[in-house]
């Protein structure tokens, strides 16, 4: 079992900044380390996330204001999130993802998500 925590969420104004970080316990060697999120009445969507390699991906919304980052050692997940607007208020969610021996195929574990609520 991996079990991600988030923590760092809280109430900001809009055009400030929080940061997220996000901690898997369990030992295991994870492949992949992202965030979701998701608003009262929105689908969950992807914000960003991060391979082992360093390789990362984000949301259009998102790109220029959210920078995510990865320590493999420690098995952690930042999200720095700068210029924040109303529309970012979402629960955060952190992911983690372990690979197996069938190519293509990964177990996702998901953290118990944290608020972040942008007031304007």
């Known amino acids: 079992q991996v079990q991600p925590v988030e923590s760092g969420g809280g109430l900001v104004q809009a055009g400030g900044s929080l940061s997220l970080s996000c901690a898997a316990s369990?030992?295991?060697?994870?492949?992949?380390m992202g965030w979701y999120r998701q608003a009262p009445g929105n689908p969950r969507e992807l914000v960003a996330d991060i391979t082992s390699g360093g390789i990362t991906k984000y949301a259009e919304s998102v790109k220029g204001r959210f920078s995510i980052s990865m320590d493999n050692a420690k098995n952690m997940v930042y999200l720095q999130m700068d210029s924040l607007k109303p529309d970012d208020t979402a629960v955060y969610y952190c992911?983690?993802?372990?690979?197996?021996?069938?190519?293509?195929?990964?177990?996702?574990?998901w953290g118990q998500g944290t608020q972040v609520t942008v007031s304007s």
């Open positions: 369990g030992g295991a060697s994870l492949v992949k």
């Open positions: 992911t983690a993802d372990v690979g197996h021996s069938i190519p293509g195929v990964s177990t996702r574990y």
